[in-house]
């Protein structure tokens, strides 16, 4: 069975940080890329950042230089760092894996306040 189980959110202040942890059944965790979205409340579902097999990333414009993806692969999880955190952060984080990109966690809330 597939999973995708998100961790790490909370509330945290505007300019603080947040460590969000994916962790992904290893059966698609081995052979796919693995990505971080977004969805504000009324917005749609949006990429933040990716991660493919050999570690190359990618980021949303909006993102970089304030959030770094990694994975661990003895571990079968991926992060997402988040810095500087800023009040539109304020969504539900969501993991993203699976060769076809159909396998989603149910998600972790993040709250940034000022």
């Known amino acids: 069975q597939v999973q995708l189980v998100e961790s790490g959110g909370g509330l945290v202040q505007a300019g603080g940080s947040l460590r969000l942890s994916c962790a992904a059944s290893r059966t698609i965790f081995r052979i796919s890329s693995m990505g971080w979205y977004r969805q504000a409340p009324g917005k749609q579902r949006e990429l933040d950042a990716s991660i493919t097999t050999r570690g190359s990333t990618n980021y949303a414009d909006s993102v970089k230089g304030r959030f770094t993806i990694s994975r661990d692969n003895a571990k079968n999880t991926v992060y997402l760092q988040m810095n500087s955190l800023k009040l539109e952060d304020t969504a539900v984080y969501y993991c993203?894996?699976?060769?076809?990109?159909?396998?989603w966690g149910k998600g972790t809330l993040v709250t940034v306040s000022s």
């Open positions: 993203n894996g699976g060769i076809l990109g159909n396998y």
